[in-house]
């Protein structure tokens, strides 16, 4: 049984959710703490707290004159979480934009590790891309794998910093990606072909085929999550138009 959130995290929820949707401007002051208080029905020590877990996440400035909104770009990755909770999954750009980032923090991650490999770590490399290669159409054993695979690149490497924002991202993308509300429609067969070439190119120490096989493969996915996208959101509009 789940704890139920504290009145912090409630007002956090909400204070969180209208910065990000837009209900106010960067530069724009929220209300007083008073104010806020009064709002919540809460005291003014959780609107504290609500307040200073806002400044960690970025997305606010305690300044003198009361707290600001800083603007999303400013803030930290945590945010991005939270942009995929709210339905901005469904924002063609912001799919392309993670899966972008995605590829080229992979890409880079599979080719160094290429490069560092001992013979016994290709063998497991390999060996994890043959199960990605088996588990295509099982979404949530592939997605395990793939954890899996991007962890044994990792401590090849032993890139920390590639490692804990590739973590960062994966985890808030990821768990967003399994429960978008709509199935994605992904070019099966180009997906196999490519781990296949990551496969090989694994097996052959090819670091510039892993590289492009890794960048093709997240296009592929890119392709067919934003193609799901616009598709779900136009039957939206669509269900909208005929109520």
């Known amino acids: 049984m789940s704890t139920p959130p504290s009145k912090a995290e409630e007002i956090i929820a909400v204070l969180r959710s209208e910065i990000l949707r837009g209900q106010y401007r960067p530069g724009e002051r929220l209300p007083s703490e008073r104010d806020l208080a009064a709002r919540f029905e809460s005291n003014r020590g959780a609107i504290r707290e609500a307040i200073k877990k806002l400044e960690q996440l970025g997305i606010v400035a305690v300044a003198p004159g009361g707290v600001r909104v800083l603007p999303v770009e400013e803030a930290t990755l945590e945010v991005l979480g939270y942009l995929l909770e709210l339905g901005e999954i469904q924002k063609p750009e912001l799919i392309g934009q993670v899966l972008d980032v995605l590829a080229v923090m992979t890409s880079l991650s599979a080719r160094s590790a290429v490069v560092e490999a001992s013979d016994e770590n290709i063998t497991d490399m390999v060996q994890l891309v043959d199960q990605l290669v088996q588990t295509i159409g099982d979404k949530e054993r592939h997605t395990e794998i793939w954890t899996q695979f991007s962890h044994k690149m990792m401590s090849i490497h032993r890139n920390l910093v590639l490692r804990l924002v590739g973590n960062g991202l994966r985890t808030q993308f990821l768990s967003s990606t399994m429960n978008l509300g709509f199935e994605p429609d992904i070019d099966i067969s180009a997906v196999k072909q490519q781990l296949i070439r990551l496969r090989d190119s694994i097996k052959s120490r090819d670091e510039v085929n892993v590289r ?20 779900a959101g136009a039957d939206v509009e669509r269900s909208m138009g005929n109520a």
């Open 212 to 231: 492009d096989a890794v960048i093709q493969h997240f296009q592929i996915i890119k392709i067919g999550l934003l193609e799901s996208a616009i598709e």
